[in-house]
C-alpha cells in the first residue's frame, strides 16, 4: 500500500509497467523499479513495502483504468438498449488497446492468470459489477437478483476475453468476433427485457 511519496510511487509504478512490458510480471520487484528510475531500494520499500506490494500497486492501476472505461461507457445510459450499445463500444476500445498494443494484452493475461492475483483480481472484478449493477437494476427492477448479478459477472469476464482473443487473430477474423459477440451481447439484453417484463407481470397477479 502506498504511505507517502507520492511521486516516487509513481515514479516506480511507471518503471514498473515498463519491467512487466518488457520481461513479465514477474520482473516486477522493488530493486528493478528502483533501479530503472533511479530511486534508492530503501526508500521504495517505504512506500510500497515489498514486491508483492509493487505488483498489487500496478495491477491496482491497471484494474482502476478498467473501470474508468467503463464508467465512461454506462455514463449516459438510459435504457437496456443504451447498455448494450455502450457495451460493445467498451468491447471495441479494449480490442484497439489489446490489438495496437500486445505487450499490454500480455501483461493483462498474466494479471489475470496469476494465482497470486487471484483474490486482487476477483475484488477488482467485483467493483466493475457493482457499478454495472447499479445501473442495470433500475432498468430491469423485476430481473431476480441472482440471474442479474451472475449475467453481469459473466458478462465483464467474457468482455475480457473476448476483446483480448480477437485481438490475437487477424484483423478480417478478429471483426468478426466482435461482431459475433456483440450480439451476444445484444441477445443476453433482450433475454433480460423479457425476463424483467415476465417478472412484472406475475407480480401484477399476486397483487
Not at 64 to 87: G, H, I, K, T, W
Not at 95 to 113: A, C, G, N
Amino acid at each position: 500500500m502506498v504511505t507517502h511519496r507520492p511521486d516516487l510511487a509513481d515514479r516506480l509504478l511507471q518503471a514498473s509497467g515498463q519491467l512487466a512490458r518488457g520481461n513479465s510480471l514477474k520482473a516486477v520487484t522493488i530493486d528493478a523499479a528502483a533501479a530503472l528510475c533511479g530511486a534508492d531500494p530503501s526508500e521504495a520499500r517505504l512506500v510500497f513495502g515489498d514486491d508483492k506490494g509493487l505488483r498489487d500497486g500496478l495491477v491496482g492501476l491497471y484494474h482502476a483504468a478498467n473501470r474508468d472505461v467503463l464508467s465512461f461507457a454506462m455514463r449516459e445510459v438510459a435504457s437496456v438498449e443504451d447498455f448494450v450499445r455502450q457495451a460493445c463500444e467498451a468491447v471495441e476500445h479494449y480490442y484497439t488497446i489489446f490489438h495496437q498494443d500486445p505487450e499490454m494484452r500480455d501483461v493483462w493475461t498474466e494479471i489475470l492468470t496469476d494465482r497470486d492475483m487471484r483474490e486482487t483480481n476477483t475484488e477488482h472484478v467485483m467493483r466493475n459489477a457493482a457499478g454495472l449493477y447499479a445501473v442495470l437494476r433500475d432498468l430491469l427492477p423485476h430481473v431476480d437478483e441472482m440471474e442479474l448479478t451472475a449475467t453481469i459477472e459473466l458478462m465483464i469476464h467474457m468482455t475480457d476475453v473476448a476483446a483480448r482473443w480477437a485481438a490475437t487473430r487477424d484483423e478480417a477474423k478478429g471483426r468478426a468476433m466482435l461482431d459475433a459477440f456483440c450480439r451476444m451481447i445484444g441477445l443476453m439484453g433482450e433475454e433480460m427485457v423479457r425476463a424483467d417484463a415476465a417478472n412484472a407481470l406475475k407480480d401484477m397477479d399476486v397483487l
